[in-house]
């Protein structure tokens, strides 16, 4: 089995910028939208309760498309 791809937070960094950052350019807001929502709910434990705050250093699940 693969391991799965994290992501390592930097500062700066938020859930939307990571998502953005990951997908192609151009997409739709409501992609990314989608995609950080999906970032934090595969890694809720890590994050914590306020999807807003997220610290440097905190190492990302990036959720496996499910398509």
């Known amino acids: 089995l693969q391991a799965p791809a994290t992501f390592t937070v930097a500062p700066g960094d938020c859930l939307w910028s990571i998502a953005e950052a990951l997908l192609p350019s151009g997409v739709p807001d409501s992609q990314i939208d989608a995609t950080w929502r999906a970032l934090y709910e595969a ?7 306020d999807p807003s705050l997220i610290h440097p250093g905190t190492v990302l699940v990036l959720p496996q498309e499910s398509k």
């Open 43 to 49: 890694n809720a434990t890590v994050i914590g309760s």
